[in-house]
């Protein structure tokens, strides 16, 4: 079968160059055969009587196909060659597809059913923080371009908010998928490669270098440009007194990114690695002082700058910031009153931002969304619908088969 | 090495350039200047024989192909965008790797040309390496190698061997002068011809001494036609001898049953005739790629438009934006660009972003859909002719798809129709018929003949009736009759069991295992022709049998030659059934050579006609004629054959033995011989008169010198040559006239009615009279018995045109009335060649084509080769409709080429046809199969890729689109752009191009059974791939790309999703809607179909995860690092998925549905055809069949052709139902043309 294929292909496919197939291939066959032209005819049949019955030629020609039959030209009459392998040919038409849009029906409602009662049982407090109207406590900070200027919102839980809580922070119409922004960064360096820090990649420009050609580290506008509002939650006590509710900033990050993309250089103490090297811009102290406290926190490796460093993918996007775990929290806040102390820095204000924060629990599908739920509902539904309309066209119209 | 000042080498590059370049061309022989070096070698200018077929050298391989590949539009397209991509303020992603697809599809092209240069530098080695005798001044002939050969050179030429450059034959060990060559390789044609010795050297027999050749050969430029050669021998003396093509042999061709032949090499190498010949294969772009590049060009539209859209969204964005937010980042000078400015630089990386909206592999992969096509149209095994054991051809590599979209076939009818195995049926000498009932056996084949037992007496009478060699018995217009048929041809005659056999293929193999076995004696073997053909003439010598006027063959025969040993090499079918003919009653043709014929009479003595001229048949005289010299009487005599019309206008002289009245019985003798023409016709035979003239001896001397004049003219040879003949041509005495039948092909009724039914409309165009035409018309059911059936004959313009407008009226009314719907019969128009001239001057050609077009079917008869391909042209232009050209004769090319597709059938006469054409198929039959089936799956296979590959893109790239809403236009992609390459590389690229080569929407045995199902490929109501279509598969692509990327986007919104978790599930959801938006237009599924299929998603699935589990830092800045491990272990990802992917397809799918179950096409219930068992779907078709009307396909039967119904007001059809035996046959046509002869 593919030896014919190549030999046909061959030559149907070499035509189109020149004359080869016509004069490479042929002339030598020829100049082959009538070389073998000269063996002597077989000319064994007799004449009959005066009537002429064939010529000599057609007895000639009549030898060579019989010789022929086993290498003639035929082609293989396999079912693949032939175009005939079996096959599957379903037609869509009503009756058949009934069965199949109410399956699909069902099954969808159902889905949409499980995933809509899901995203009802999530609880979800957002605390917008801009301080873009009077009314904000953070309106003052807001204003101020004064730095770590503090700020407190106050809010109440009626009932217990279930745990795990996720506290996240929020920002909208921050376009950290912009292009340039997004590619603003260097992997290599943040891997923990020695070279990378000294000369960071063109990437990273013009947050490369400083002024004194002194590598910026991490470099990049994205490393730069990181969240730096702190939080810090309080529950009031019974006695107007308050007490802070630990926040867990361990395991907020990938795993991967924590393990594997992000490495601190392995070098001892940590500073060393970062000679001759600066701060970005806008940080107050270096890559190896996020966190002097936990070694494992520090550097590239550091929980937050690996959650800000993971770009957002749409323009209003929420990044964890801490999470509440400790024990006495292990069923979630419990109803009461709150304030969450805000360390007011990042501006938002040049691009319109909003800033907010967010407690949520999570379920098995991440955060509160109803849009899948219904989503599955409506095509569920309309699904059956169909259905329905099919099976009048299938009365109306029968199968055309059946004419 | 001598040293050349730089000026010197200009001059000699001009000179060389003018001397290529010049109309005539000098060239004198070599020897003198052997072993001088090359500047002072005289014919140093002219190219040498090395070949070099070949495109590049392995040096300049790389920028010349680079430059062979930019001149593809697409790929500069590509490469300019990938170029941009380095331009650092406008590049979307990392330079580099905007280089992947064009690279990936370059090189590929390049290997693939890189290989086929190969192959062709190979056999270019090959050809350049054969051997071949080269005449040396010291050592005679030197075996040497054909690229040694040069211009000027002699070479010697044995038996079986390949002529090495075309050669000015010189000499020939034949001892007329006769050198037979075969032409298999240049035209395919297989019968002998003959060339003979250059006049001037016809009498240095025995020898030839090269070295004292001293003439100059002044030969005209080269050039491409194999039939046309112009040269002159200028003799020392300034004699100036005329030579033609008679002399030339041409590269390529085999020498045959000559021993030996020596030529002066008179162009080499690419000069050759045969390499100019070459001009590659045809390259026809298909209607459907045409309409593609409109698609092509929509699509550049609709690129721009978002493009646009983008550049100003990015300026609305930056506008929009109060201060310098951190997100916005500088370039390196810490500045930041004007919003304005940054929407233009914006435009162009948007193009960059989503210039896969160009389907870039479409074109490739469209090469690779027409290679499988073609592999499947050529393994086909009902295209497969056991006798001939030929397969169909694909020539035309790219037009596979035009088969299915065919709407008027134009055949011709010889040949095409018909078997053209020429049977003698009939003649009528001096007025008198004789039916030769026994011949009209199915079984008989052309070389036989069963005598008619009346005439053969009248011939015993005749021969002996003088009892002596007097004039009566010489005169006696039946011997001359048959001496007629058998000299007036340029039949050649070799032995049957001589040299010649066309070995083929098993031969070459058991011979190869042969020479495997005896490897030794290799040598010896290959060496057999030349001493067997030596002994042969060494044989000659020794008898000393040295009849000149003898052929050699019959000579080694000796007397005891039997004409059963004898085989007649005929051009044309209707000499050889001539001759064989002659040969039945006795008058057998021993042997032809360029001065004589030598004849057996039934009497047994053999007579030797010397031949004074041939002149050879061509299609403005339509007759031909031979010159000989009657070796008893001395008389010249002229011998004419030819169609009747061109002959009976030519009679003159009543025939010379007559004693009673002549002038009357002549008339008798031409008015019945007339008659029975007609007769003859009207039965579907081939009609030729024969003609004899007596030439006085002074006026042909005077002729002759004349002839000889127009024969060495360099310019205005031909017309000069055929003015002399057509002076000389005249006064015929005629003898009688013959009737060759011309059998129909097997099932050709069946296939021009399938054609029908599918929508076509047939036109058949042949050179016959209209009656034989008529006739062979109803035999194929070309015309039907119900049919309305115009007859255009008209003689001037006036009539022409009133003719056209009464039957374009009357046809209308029959169109336009609704209330005879039912009744209106088909009409069917037939227009014999003047009047077709007429018809198709410019101020009537609408009204011809307004009037065609309502015709099912039109017969066209006494064409031209140049009208028929006239009216393919005007057909195609004035109605712009797919034309299909079919034939198998030389004048069949200018049709086959003017036609869209054009079908050449493999036949008797020669390659011509089938060299021209796109697709070669040996049997009329053949094209039911290859149009109903091949065709229509080719085209629905195409058609819906196609579509397929532009949604295909628009979809993928629309995600990419809407995405820029949500990331500022800043030409950010969600997806990895390594990833993203693969996507369209490999992971959607393979389903769609065997869904192109395989899908089977219909099977075979339902498209041939229900023909009407062609239909929908047609253009005027193409379901397939038009406007509309290419447009709603643009709004699916859209509203498919919305859901694919909006449901995932409103099931993220709000959350901490990253930008490649993100665009994950988006890449994942778009690969399952485009593949089962692929599944839900495949018809079957086979095998193939679902391992191609899972194989893409598993592709998708393992790729992917190995790339994000590989890749840490390896592809910065993007870093898809462990994402779509995540996604996978999320349950989120697989419910968007599932729900994105449903209602992408659900509207596509409700609607097929919908459509099937309320308005099911014709397509759809040819596939519900194919699900019941087949003896149910036979029944089906049969009783469909029934009842449209179309009833079994009736046996042709001669005797009996139907009666057209309607009388229009020009001359219509007259009613041939009369008995071709009985006297009352009336013929208003004919009569009246016959008049009109008379009194011109």
Not at chain 2, 597 to 618: I, K, N
């Amino acid at each position: 079968m593919f030896h014919s294929f190549g030999k046909h292909f061959l030559y149907t496919g070499l035509e189109g160059g020149s004359c080869h197939s016509q004069y490479g291939g042929w002339s030598n066959v020829w100049f082959l055969l009538s070389q073998c032209g000269v063996c002597p005819a077989p000319n064994g049949q007799s004449r009959k009587g005066g009537q002429v019955k064939a010529t000599a030629t057609y007895r000639i020609l009549a030898m060579v196909k019989q010789e022929q039959k086993e290498s003639s030209d035929r082609p293989d009459n396999t079912a693949f060659t032939q175009q005939r392998l079996p096959a599957w040919q379903p037609i869509l038409s009503a009756g058949i597809v009934i069965p199949g849009f109410v399956l699909i029906g069902l099954a969808f409602i159902g889905v949409g059913v499980g995933l809509f009662i899901t995203s009802q049982n999530i609880q979800v407090l957002e605390l917008d923080y801009t301080g873009a109207d009077t009314a904000n406590p953070c309106y003052e900070c807001g204003r101020q371009s004064t730095k770590n200027c503090v700020c407190t919102m106050e809010f109440s839980l009626s009932t217990l908010f279930k745990g795990p809580v996720f506290f996240y922070y929020g920002l909208t119409n921050y376009f950290q998928n912009q292009r340039r922004y997004g590619v603003s960064k260097d992997d290599t360096q943040l891997f923990g490669d020695l070279d990378a820090i000294k000369t960071p990649t063109s990437d990273c420009a013009p947050f490369d270098y400083d002024g004194n050609n002194r590598s910026i580290v991490p470099c990049g506008a994205l490393a730069n440009s990181i969240f730096n509002d702190t939080f810090k939650l309080y529950v009031k006590t019974n006695n107007s007194g308050k007490k802070e509710v630990p926040l867990d900033g361990k395991g907020i990050a990938w795993w991967t990114d924590y393990n594997v993309k992000h490495r601190n250089p392995d070098v001892t103490p940590l500073k060393d690695a970062f000679k001759d090297t600066v701060k970005p811009i806008n940080w107050p102290k270096p890559v190896y002082e996020l966190d002097t406290t936990d070694e494992y926190n520090n550097g590239f490796i550091n929980q937050d700058f690996l959650v800000w460093m993971r770009r957002a993918a749409l323009p209003d996007f929420r990044k964890l910031y801490r999470r509440i775990t400790a024990d006495e929290y292990h069923d979630g806040l419990p109803a009461g009153n709150y304030s969450l102390e805000i360390t007011y820095n990042y501006p938002v204000l040049t691009f319109n931002g909003r800033k907010k924060v967010v407690l949520s629990n999570v379920s098995w599908m991440g955060g509160k969304n109803d849009f899948l739920g219904i989503a599955y509902l409506v095509v569920g539904s309309l699904c059956i619908v169909m259905s329905i309309v099919m099976l009048i066209v299938y009365a109306k119209f029968k199968f055309p088969e059946e004419d | 090495m001598t040293w050349k000042s730089p000026l010197a080498l200009v001059r000699e590059a001009l000179e060389g350039q003018r001397a290529r370049e010049s109309e005539l061309r000098k060239l004198v022989s070599n020897l003198p200047y052997e072993g001088l070096e090359k500047g002072k070698q005289p014919n140093r200018f002219f190219p040498s024989n090395a070949v070099k077929t070949t495109k590049y050298s392995p040096l300049l391989f790389l920028p010349k192909n680079l430059y062979e590949q930019f001149h593809r539009l697409a790929n500069l397209y590509f490469v300019g965008l990938a170029i941009l991509n380095f331009i650092p303020v406008v590049n979307a992603f990392q330079p580099e790797v905007g280089l992947i697809p064009i690279c990936v599809i370059m090189c590929l092209t390049a290997l693939k040309d890189a290989w086929e240069d190969f192959r062709r530098y190979q056999s270019d080695k090959k050809i350049n390496n054969m051997p071949c005798f080269i005449y040396s001044r010291y050592k005679q002939y030197v075996e040497k190698r054909w690229k040694d050969v040069r211009v000027g050179d002699f070479v010697k030429v044995v038996c079986n061997e390949i002529v090495p450059a075309d050669l000015l034959l010189l000499y020939s060990s034949d001892p007329n002068g006769v050198c037979h060559i075969e032409t298999a390789n240049l035209d395919g044609e297989t019968n002998l011809k003959q060339r003979t010795v250059a006049f001037c050297f016809i009498h240095q027999n025995p020898g030839f001494e090269p070295e004292s050749f001293n003439c100059a050969v002044v030969c005209e430029r080269p050039n491409n036609n194999l039939n046309h050669f112009k040269c002159l021998v200028e003799k020392p003396d300034k004699d100036r001898v005329g030579a033609s093509i008679e002399s030339l042999l041409l590269r390529g061709c085999t020498v045959r049953n000559t021993n030996h032949a020596v030529g002066f090499v008179v162009y080499a190498g690419h000069e050759t005739k045969s390499m100019l010949n070459n001009n590659g294969s045809r390259s026809k772009r298909s209607k459907l790629e045409r309409k593609l590049n409109v698609d092509v060009f929509f699509c550049l539209i609709l690129l721009f438009t978002m493009c646009l859209i983008g550049a100003l969204g990015h300026y609305l964005w930056l506008e929009s934006l109060p201060g310098v937010p951190p997100f916005l980042v500088p370039d390196s000078n810490g500045h930041l660009d004007e919003p304005s400015l940054a929407s233009f630089y914006m435009f162009f990386t948007m193009i960059i972003l989503l210039q896969i909206l160009i389907p870039i592999s479409l074109y490739v992969s469209i090469e690779l859909v027409k290679v499988g096509q073609i592999f499947f149209i050529t393994n086909d095994i009902d295209l497969y002719d056991e006798e001939t054991d030929s397969r169909v051809q694909c020539r035309a590599l790219n037009i596979t798809e035009d088969l299915g979209q065919i709407e008027y076939v134009f055949s011709d009818k010889t040949g095409t129709l018909t078997e053209n195995k020429m049977v003698f049926r009939r003649c009528s000498i001096m007025g008198t018929e004789y039916p030769h009932k026994e011949n009209g056996k199915d079984f008989l084949t052309e070389t036989e003949v069963i005598p008619d037992q009346k005439l053969l007496q009248q011939i015993t009478r005749a021969e002996s009736g003088g009892g002596h060699r007097d004039s009566s018995r010489d005169k006696d217009p039946h011997l001359d009759f048959f001496l007629a048929l058998a000299i007036c041809n340029t039949v050649v005659v070799s032995m049957a069991n001589a040299h010649r056999q066309r070995v083929s293929l098993p031969l070459l193999k058991r011979a190869g295992s042969f020479i495997q076995r005896k490897s030794k004696r290799n040598h010896t073997i290959l060496e057999v022709p030349v001493t067997d053909a030596a002994k042969t003439d060494s044989r000659e010598d020794r008898n000393g049998v040295q009849t000149c006027s003898l052929h050699p063959l019959s000579q080694s025969g000796g007397p005891t030659l039997e004409p059963e040993d004898l085989c007649y090499e005929a051009e044309s079918p209707d000499e050889a059934a001539l001759v064989y003919a002659a040969r039945a009653y006795g008058f057998i043709l021993l042997a032809r050579t360029p001065d004589s014929v030598t004849v057996r009479l039934p009497s047994g003595e053999e007579l030797v006609f010397e031949v004074l001229d041939t002149l050879t048949f061509d299609s403005n005289r339509k007759r031909m004629s031979v010159l000989v010299r009657h070796p008893v009487t001395k008389e010249y005599v002229l011998y004419t054959k030819g169609a009747d019309y061109s002959i009976m206008e030519l009679l003159g002289t009543p025939y010379a033995g007559e004693k009673r009245n002549i002038e009357i019985y002549l008339k008798n003798i031409a008015a019945d011989t007339q008659h029975h023409l007609d007769c003859y016709a009207k039965e579907g035979l081939r009609t030729l008169c024969i003609t004899k003239k007596v030439v006085s001896e002074s006026t042909y001397r005077s002729w002759s010198g004349e002839r000889k004049r127009a024969k060495a003219a360099m310019e205005c040879r031909e017309e000069q040559i055929m003015e002399t003949a057509v002076q000389l041509e005249t006064n015929l005495t005629l003898l009688g006239a013959t009737g060759i039948e011309d059998r129909l092909q097997e099932n050709v009724p069946e296939s021009i009615m399938a054609l029908r039914e599918a929508g076509m409309h047939v036109w058949v165009l042949t050179g016959d009279k209209p009656e034989t035409a008529v006739n062979i018309g109803y035999a194929c059911r070309l015309l039907e018995e119900e049919d309305l059936v115009i007859n255009m004959s008209c003689k001037n313009k006036l009539t022409c045109t009133s003719i056209l407008d009464c039957t374009l009226e009357e046809v209308r009314r029959y169109g336009e009335d609704p209330s005879n719907v039912d009744t209106t019969p088909n009409i069917s128009l037939v227009i014999d060649g003047n009047t077709l001239t007429m018809a198709m001057s410019p101020d009537l050609q609408e009204r011809f084509v307004d009037l065609a077009k309502r015709c099912r079917s039109v017969l066209c008869c006494r064409v031209t080769p140049l009208q028929k391909s006239g009216v393919v042209k005007l057909v195609r232009e004035k109605l712009k409709v797919m034309t299909l050209a079919v034939g198998d004769g030389a004048n069949d090319v200018n049709m086959i080429q003017a036609a869209d597709v054009g079908i050449g059938i493999s036949g008797q006469e020669g390659m011509q046809a089938v060299m021209a054409s796109d697709f070669a198929i040996s049997r009329f039959k053949h094209l039911t199969k290859l149009l109903l089936v091949h065709g229509h799956w080719c085209y629905t296979r195409l058609a819906n890729m196609v579509i397929y590959f532009f949604y295909k893109n628009v979809a993928y790239v629309n995600l990419l689109f809407w995405y820029q809403f949500f990331c500022g236009f800043t030409a950010t992609a969600m997806i990895d752009y390594w990833l993203m390459i693969f996507f369209n590389l490999f992971f959607t690229s393979t389903p769609p191009i065997l869904f192109g080569i395989f899908d089977k929407d219909v099977s075979a045995e339902v498209l041939l059974g229900v023909p009407e199902l062609y239909r929908t490929g047609q253009v005027n109501m193409t379901f397939e791939y038009n406007f509309l279509t290419f447009w709603i598969s643009i709004l699916d692509a859209f509203y498919q790309s919305l859901v694919c990327f909006f449901i995932p986007y409103l099931a993220y919104r709000d959350s901490d999703v990253d930008i490649f978790t993100f665009g994950t599930p988006l890449n994942t959801v778009a690969l399952f809607t485009i593949l089962l938006h692929l599944a839900i237009e495949i018809k079957s599924w086979t095998l193939v179909h679902w391992i191609i299929m899972l194989g893409s998603v598993a592709l998708y699935f393992v790729v992917t995860l190995a790339y994000s589990a590989v890749c840490v830092t390896c592809n910065p800045p993007s870093n898809p690092y462990w994402i779509f491990q995540s996604q996978m272990a999320d349950p989120m990802f697989y419910l968007i998925c599932t729900l994105s992917t449903v209602v992408a397809l659900l509207p596509r799918y409700t609607f097929y549905v919908l459509k099937n179950s309320v308005a099911p096409s014709p397509l759809l219930q040819g596939r519900q055809l194919d699900r019941m068992d087949p003896s149910t779907r036979d029944q089906w078709i049969k009783e469909w069949r029934g009842f449209r009307g179309g009833g079994p396909v009736k046996r042709y039967e001669l005797s009996d052709p139907p009666t057209p119904t309607l009388e229009t007001p020009a001359d219509f059809f007259p009613d041939s139902d009369a008995d071709f035996m009985g006297d009352d046959l009336s013929l208003n046509v004919i009569t009246q043309n016959r008049q009109r002869v008379v009194a011109t």
